[in-house]
């Protein structure tokens, strides 16, 4: 079967991920979460007090970008790759509040984007990957043969992303959370380099009211027929 690149971009906890992960598993590709290493960075950050500390100095940060290693372990028994930061895994530490309340502000500094979509654009030259995060289509994958843009409305989102931080033991209010999402789609949307956008030839999917089977049957049927074209 003909191998083709998938992009997924959308906002901030419309599921991306969970339907990146469902079509490389049915398609036997590789998935590459994007998000997994902006939030490596901003953990680098937060751990070395260049933001959020008394005194923000992102610059610091930018001097020691060429010393940061940022590569996926894949792991066989949960079936994904792993974020590891200077070979320390990072998986569950990317995921806190503290560092998503961060990112994009780590997101939108100009020497941190132009390393990490070169390493996402050497990770995304061979075909067979489902790369998901805010730029793909439009910057890192312009070629993909499949673009896929997820929305959903925020206090959806927030709702889903409530659950998953309540569920793995963090102590968050609803408020909170549902202010981290609708912050971080301003400044997504927002920021100077490769703001969040849909690219031209993506198909936008709203997911608010849908279920996860549908979405996987709906989403994989465009990717066959793409793949069969
Ligand atoms: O997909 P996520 O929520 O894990 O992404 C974390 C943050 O990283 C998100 O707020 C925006 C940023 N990001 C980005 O700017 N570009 C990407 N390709 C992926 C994520």
Redesign the pocket.
């Known amino acids: 079967m003909k191998k083709i690149t998938i992009a997924i971009d959308g906002y901030?906890s419309t599921g991306?991920s969970t339907i990146a992960k469902q079509l490389a598993k049915a398609l036997g590709y590789i998935y590459i979460d994007?998000?997994?290493m902006?939030?490596a960075v901003t953990l680098f950050a937060i751990r070395n007090g260049f933001i959020g500390g008394a005194q923000d100095n992102p610059q610091a940060l930018v001097k020691l970008l060429p010393k940061l290693n940022l590569k996926f372990v894949y792991n066989e028994a949960l079936e994904f790759s792993e974020m590891y930061l200077n070979n320390e895994n990072v998986e569950d530490e990317i995921r806190t509040l503290a560092v998503s309340s961060k990112?994009?502000e780590i997101?939108a500094i100009e020497q941190v984007r132009y390393k990490l979509v070169d390493i996402q654009k050497q990770m995304g030259k061979e075909k067979g990957v489902v790369m998901?995060?805010?730029?793909?289509g439009t910057v890192?994958l312009p070629d993909a043969e499949l673009k896929l843009f997820m929305t959903a409305s925020s206090e959806k989102r927030a709702t889903r992303r409530y659950k998953e931080l309540i569920d793995k033991g963090e102590k968050v209010t609803f408020a909170e959370v549902l202010k981290n999402v609708e912050h971080?789609d301003y400044l997504?949307t927002h920021r100077e380099f490769s703001p969040l956008k849909m690219a031209e030839n993506a198909i936008e999917f709203d997911n608010s009211d849908m279920g996860l089977k549908e979405q996987f049957e709906r989403i994989y049927n465009y990717a066959i027929r793409v793949i069969e074209k």
């Not at 998901?132 to 793909?136: A, E, K």
Request: proline letters at 0%.
């Open positions: 901030s991306k994007t998000g997994a902006y939030r990112v994009s997101a998901d995060g805010r730029d793909i890192v971080r997504d």
